[in-house]
């Protein structure tokens, strides 16, 4: 942006506006506008009927899978049907990991089934059955401390439970046992690794997710255990008898696949070349709909941009809503963006992203990861949004899972952050459906994220923190 | 009892009790004898390590199946464990069914797999899946009133929702999908049936339970979709192409087993012919381990049995827990019960009979049908009962469905009516599971039987009713 035209526009800025707008770039026009957009977003948005439609039309969309390829058709339908001025897609390459069986039971001294769901990347257990003694472990780190090849031709179970929080922070503690899990317990000689799983429902759903292993460890199946199968097979262990376990998972990871980023675009009316960016993740675990994990991300910020569509005159920057590919196994989406991105010298030209990736509840908080200049339009935006019950927040927060890869190359971003009570509830289970979903809440969020989008793609002021030269 | 004891129980009775008393055949050291059970159970009872032991050392116990017999075995040796004066088996004969495969998924316009189960009792597909077109009925009237032969080639499909109550009252107009949905569907010419899962949760569970043919139709096979699936499945018919279903089920019913209801007695001390019971059914699904329906029914009146039993002086008529055999499939057990004591004239020598079969959330009211003369005594009771949050109806109840066919022959029997608000949640999935139950709600269940027990067995008061003339 020219000396001139910065200075015009501040002059315009406070002609027109109050003081609270004192170098935001906006004016109370701007303001009007957004507050018009949250209004009509409230009084009853399109994302409810967006996620129904990918819920039922698609379903589960494991990345790489069929259903993978009828999303990415799905979403260049929907974005082209709700208006966006360009709808394009980008390729997204990874590896395909698929699940074909799964099964466990306590073979003594108390037969039962239990509850099991193979973690995202596990190696199957062979042509059949694999039948051990288990040997229960509080949390990882326990595990971690199990003397060298004291698991020799056992199971491992992790049993430790995740905590349930406003904002989700009980899942970082937790999740170790299921990322590194199998490592850790092949390098104690460990057939297999069972835990319990990572989540907060006492329902019997056991949550996938991914898991990693380590090129000179040892590959072992790793499953996790629905909660109440936990506490089964912990009951069991507590009785001091030997606990022998069975087995059975299918599953393999085979060779790549080309998915597709799926982009929607409002196109700017004075720096079309800046952007600003929001979107949620296209695939999902294979176990439920995907509805909060992400198709009400994709239908939150799909709705909201096309909200912003519908305005007669369209903001300056483009605003633009991403469908990323394959979040759940490796955030390849997120990276293959931000590396074309980067590949295209584009990275400067990102003035904001902000993601929806955690489920359906309402939106409570606003935090940015931008430039001090950049405050006084956060603030700014944060007015608009607070009749919503969203307080701005000027410490913490994070961009979101695909986001990510472009903040580590300079992007700023922002975070609407949302109510995670009951995520983990849902999140990587067969639970994971619509009916989860209430309609007002979606409707807030439409709201605030095209609040958000619009006033930072109508001002001029720069979010800044880009590691390149701006390009003129 | 004769008429001189009956002067001599009154006079001691008016001697040491206040009026409340009157005609009540009890005195004020009963009543503290029985607001001593009541605190000590309120205090910390049995019932939750019982109801652990059952759902961990035996788990799913589908009658017929090993696990049936694992179950009357734990039951024999647990009321023995006790403290039963008497414990022993009555035969119970039955066919047996099993499930051993069930999937759904489908197959155009929207492929996606959906949640089902297999109805108890239901045929399979056959070798082979079955594939067809869905029709969907509002409720079962909808499908009686379908055109004859109008279904020939397709799947019906009773899409009805059950409607939460606290007292269950949602049940009764939603089974009949359930019950009759496959002869109805039939008769039209349908190929199978789903229905939606008779159950008030929305999470992704389907609920099984018993259906029936009749000898003149053909038997075709029946199966319930979790409610998220229902919607699904609602929600692509109301999209107007057809919706080709797969449904792929494999059961079978086999010959007869013999199963055993499991009773355990404290002995009357003065009328040991005299018998108050209570119990719960043994059997459970096969989806669940059985925690609410009924192990928390067994746990709780085996645990109140026993408090009894503690007393240093027994009641007077004897106190007899039962854990029914096979109560999913048919009442089996009841009806066995109640036909032995038929064919051995011993209907009139049971005073009192209650059932606790409706979960494990607290007790609200105590209902009762006896005759007039011995409500006196049910008032008593209430009133012991009254601090535990429980009022006495004098209107209403029923005998639970394994005391009813011993209460069709003329027995009186006490309801003590439990809140049932998520009973539906859970019943008849694979999520009825132990966490769902609060150890201090089973204490005031087992505070509520034990004083109420203690007291119809301490009193000498004819509960009446029963049809033939009562033994001297």
Known sequence: MSFAKTLLALSLSFALAPAALADTGLDAGDIAVAEGLRDRAMAGSQAWSVVESLTTEVGPRLAGTPADARAVAWAKAKFTAMGFDKVYLEPVTFPVWLRH????EVVSPFPQRLVVTALGGSVGTGDKPLEAEVVEFSDLAALINAPEGSLAGKIAYVSNRMVRFKDG??????????????????????LAIVIRSIGTSSDRFA????????PEVPRIPAAALSNPDADLLSHMVARGQPVR????????????????????????????????????????????????????????????????????????????????ANEEQGLYGGKAYAEARAAAGQVPAHQLGAESDF???????????VDAAAWPVIA?????????????????????????????????????????????????????????????????????????????????????????????
């Open 101 to 104: 069986r799964e099964a466990a």
């Open 169 to 190: 922070r009980g899942y970082g503690p937790a999740v170790g046992a299921r990322s590194n899990g199998a490592v850790e317990a092949a390098k104690k000689g460990a």
């Open 207 to 214: 949550h996938t997710g991914t898991m990693r292993y380590l």
């Open 245 to 324: 376990l069975r087995l059975d998972i299918s599953a393999e990871t085979i060779g790549d696949y080309t998915s597709h980023n799926v982009i929607g675009e409002i196109t700017g009316r004075e720096l079309p070349g800046e952007v600003v960016t929001l979107g949620g993740h296209l695939d999902s675990w294979d176990l439920g709909t995907g509805a909060i994990d992400d198709g009400a991300g994709v239908a939150i910020t799909a709705a909201a941009g096309a909200l912003i569509g519908e305005l007669e005159r369209a903001p300056r920057r483009t605003v633009r809503v991403i469908a990323y």
């Open 359 to 369: 489920g359906a509840g309402r939106v409570y908080a606003l935090r940015a990861g």
């Open 380 to 472: 700014a935006i944060g007015e608009v949004l607070a009749p919503l019950g969203i307080a701005t927040e000027t410490e913490g927060g994070s961009p979101g899972p695909d986001v990510g890869p472009i903040v580590a190359k300079g992007a700023p971003w922002a975070q609407l952050a949302q109510d995670g009570t009951d995520y983990f509830d849902y999140h990587h289970t067969a639970n994971d459906t619509l009916d989860k979903i209430d309609p007002k809440a979606l409707d807030q969020q439409v709201a605030a994220y095209a609040a958000l989008m619009y006033l930072a793609a109508e001002t001029e002021v720069d979010f800044g923190s880009a590691p390149a030269p701006k390009q003129p």
